[in-house]
């Protein structure tokens, strides 16, 4: 699995890290899915399985993204609904 997220055009990076600040992120490229507190956790994973939002990315890609929420939600003690 490859652990690279392409950088996408409908998306400011500086966005997100204007929004969240320094935090860890799903999309560590787009900073895409804040995985810093359980509820940002919890956020992320609902949004990743949101079809529309799926479909920005390819498939390996957002098995990356999911593997990241799965380890942030598990670090945060976190119960996430798996797919």
Do not use: C, L
């Not at 969240?20 to 990743?48: C, L, M, Q």
């Not at 890609?61 to 945060?76: D, G, L, N, P, S």
């Amino acid at each position: 699995m490859s652990n690279y997220i392409k950088r996408r055009d409908d998306v400011n990076p500086d966005e997100g890290e204007r929004e969240y600040g320094d935090v860890e992120f799903a999309d560590p490229t787009n900073n895409k899915y804040p995985i810093d507190t359980p509820e940002h956790v919890r956020a992320a994973w609902s949004y990743i399985n949101h079809k529309d939002n799926a479909a920005k990315y390819k498939a390996s890609e957002v098995k990356t993204i999911k593997e990241r929420i799965k380890r942030a939600a598990k670090k945060q003690h976190v119960e996430i609904e798996e797919d």
